[in-house]
């Protein structure tokens, strides 16, 4: 036998063996697509697969070979989120809007291979989930320039699902026109009330009436519907590809840091979930004397850091106030159940809504 039979030979046998680990990858490939289903978290995971890579090119000796590893197992986790796409292809996302609203946008970023469910308010979109009609709900929170998304917060407060994870989005505003348009024709601009906010010096430049929509994609149909040239909207390039508009002018918000964060609610409670970094929950305080600042001082005494305190009525009683708590810090570990029993000593409700690793980044206009 020669060498190239010898080799051949060798490379049947690996091949055999690597085809039953490959099996057995992608079974647990497959448990993994489950869990993600059931706790309402995407595919893709960039902290994770980092690791990967610099964990398991660690084991190669051959410094030489080390580079046609790690192309290697890159390969292997693609096919690995592939199969795990087909797997949750019947996911269900439930969004505030219509298709080309930036939270249609951010579902389907967030969720790649589901199918994004539109409903007409952050209720309708909320209570699909707890109703099983989908699977989770991608609501904003908090935008950079205009704050908090009090109604979305309000119905986290009252409602029963937990948070899973927190995305930003940045948000650019564009203005879109009817083909052929050109921009001394435009004399008016509608969008929702928040993008009408965030251009508003670029209206006032530019001498332009306002027209508020129920959202930009909204906003973006009714030009498209409009047959005069004098109406725009302002919206996203998704929504002008979508409608069939051109843009007739990018990035007119006046901070250039536009920041929509969006929350991903389940029926997941994630408690399972160790090793979580980051946190929300609720609370209320007795009405008594330093009972606040006795609340905030013990979410400290165990080493969590507080990043955001935000108080809202709680619409049951005339001047009572619900607060919301976000931070840093193992909340499912044992200091989170210290922490939160001692704040029972201060606070009438405590409801922990989310535990999640990392707040996510996506880019309007990069595809994940």
């Known amino acids: 036998m020669n060498k190239l039979d010898v080799a051949r030979n060798e490379i049947n046998e690996i091949d055999k063996e690597m085809a039953s680990l490959f099996e057995r990858r992608m079974k647990a490939a497959r448990m993994v697509a489950e869990y993600k289903k059931e706790n309402a978290l995407p595919i893709f995971d960039s902290g994770r697969e980092a690791f990967l890579i610099d964990r398991n090119s660690s084991?190669?000796?051959?410094?030489?070979?080390?580079?046609?590893?790690?192309?290697?197992?890159?390969?292997?986790?693609?096919?690995?989120?592939?199969y795990q796409r087909m797997l949750l292809d019947?996911?269900?996302?439930?969004?505030?809007?219509?298709?080309?609203?930036?939270?249609?946008?951010?579902?389907?970023?967030?969720?790649?291979?589901?199918?994004?469910?539109?409903?007409?308010?952050?209720?309708?979109?909320?209570?699909?989930?707890e109703k099983g009609e989908c699977d989770c709900a991608v609501l904003p929170i908090e935008n950079s320039y205009a704050g908090d998304v009090a109604q979305v917060m309000d119905i986290a407060f009252f409602g029963s699902l937990h948070i899973t994870g927190i995305y930003d989005l940045e948000v650019s505003h564009n203005l879109l026109a009817k083909k052929g348009t050109n921009?001394?024709?435009?004399?008016?601009?509608?969008?929702?009330?928040?993008?009408l906010s965030q251009c508003a010096g670029y209206i006032e430049k530019n001498r332009l009436l306002k027209e508020e929509a129920t959202n930009t994609a909204v906003a973006a149909k009714m030009v498209a519907d409009?047959?005069?040239?004098?109406?725009?909207?302002?919206?996203?390039?998704?929504?002008?590809?979508?409608?069939?508009?051109?843009?007739?002018?990018?990035?007119?918000?006046?901070?250039?840091?536009?920041t929509t964060r969006f929350a991903v609610f389940s029926r997941s409670t994630g408690k399972e979930n160790k090793g979580n970094n980051h946190f929300v929950f609720f609370f209320t305080v007795?009405?008594?004397?330093?009972?606040?600042?006795?609340?905030?001082?013990?979410?400290?005494?165990?080493?969590?850091?507080?990043?955001?305190?935000?108080?809202?009525?709680?619409?049951?009683l005339i001047w009572d106030y619900y607060f919301f708590a976000e931070g840093e810090g193992e909340i499912n570990g044992?200091?989170?159940?210290?922490?939160?029993?001692?704040?029972k000593e201060s606070c009438n409700e405590i409801k922990v809504v989310g535990s999640f690793a990392n707040e996510i980044l996506l880019r309007e206009k990069d595809n994940k």
């Open 59 to 82: 084991y190669i000796e051959d410094a030489v070979l080390k580079d046609y590893y790690v192309e290697f197992i890159k390969s292997t986790m693609n096919i690995s989120k592939s």
């Open 90 to 129: 019947g996911m269900r996302v439930a969004y505030s809007g219509v298709p080309g609203a930036f939270a249609h946008i951010a579902a389907t970023k967030i969720f790649d291979s589901a199918n994004a469910i539109a409903y007409d308010s952050f209720k309708a979109a909320y209570e699909a989930v």
């Open 183 to 195: 921009k001394g024709e435009i004399k008016k601009v509608v969008s929702h009330s928040q993008a």
């Open 226 to 258: 409009s047959e005069s040239n004098a109406l725009a909207a302002i919206a996203s390039k998704e929504a002008a590809s979508l409608y069939g508009l051109t843009v007739v002018e990018e990035n007119i918000n006046q901070s250039a840091n536009n």
């Open 286 to 316: 007795k009405n008594e004397a330093g009972a606040l600042g006795k609340a905030i001082s013990v979410i400290g005494k165990y080493g969590f850091n507080l990043k955001a305190l935000k108080s809202r009525p709680t619409k049951e």
């Open 334 to 343: 044992e200091n989170g159940d210290k922490m939160l029993t001692e704040l």
